[in-house]
């Protein structure tokens, strides 16, 4: 089992910058590739980032390269995205999620383990 919690979530204007993290429980979460997903009101969710489990491996979907920024530090057990030039279609719940699986996964049903969400509201 790896709980997580997401935080950092809240209002921005269109083009601010917000950053969320995600807080794992345990000693195994350097064990893990880990992920953000989003939820877009009325839509399914889906991708937004990918992070092996040492860092050195990242992966974003194409609508945010150059703004987002996915980290981790497993000294803290903790994962991060950094959102930059955030847009109103940026908002969405934010998830983090774990994976046992190698590589860095797109896939939801990859994923083990899920926190429960932090909404990001991004105002025009």
């Known amino acids: 089992q790896v709980p997580l919690v997401e935080s950092g979530g809240g209002l921005v204007q269109a083009g601010g910058s917000l950053r969320l993290s995600c807080a794992a429980s345990?000693?195994?979460?350097?064990?893990?590739?880990m992920g953000w997903f989003r939820r877009a009101p009325g839509k399914g969710r889906e991708f937004v980032a990918a992070i092996s489990w040492s860092g050195s491996s990242t992966y974003y979907k194409d609508s945010v390269k150059g703004r987002f920024t996915i980290s981790r530090d497993n000294a803290k057990n903790t994962l991060y995205l950094q959102m930059n030039s955030l847009k109103p279609e940026d908002t969405a719940v934010y998830y983090c999620a774990a994976t046992s699986s190698s590589g860095l996964p797109t896939r939801i049903t990859s994923y083990n383990y899920w926190g429960q969400g932090t909404q990001v509201t991004v105002s025009s």
């Open positions: 345990g000693r195994t979460f350097g064990n893990y590739s």
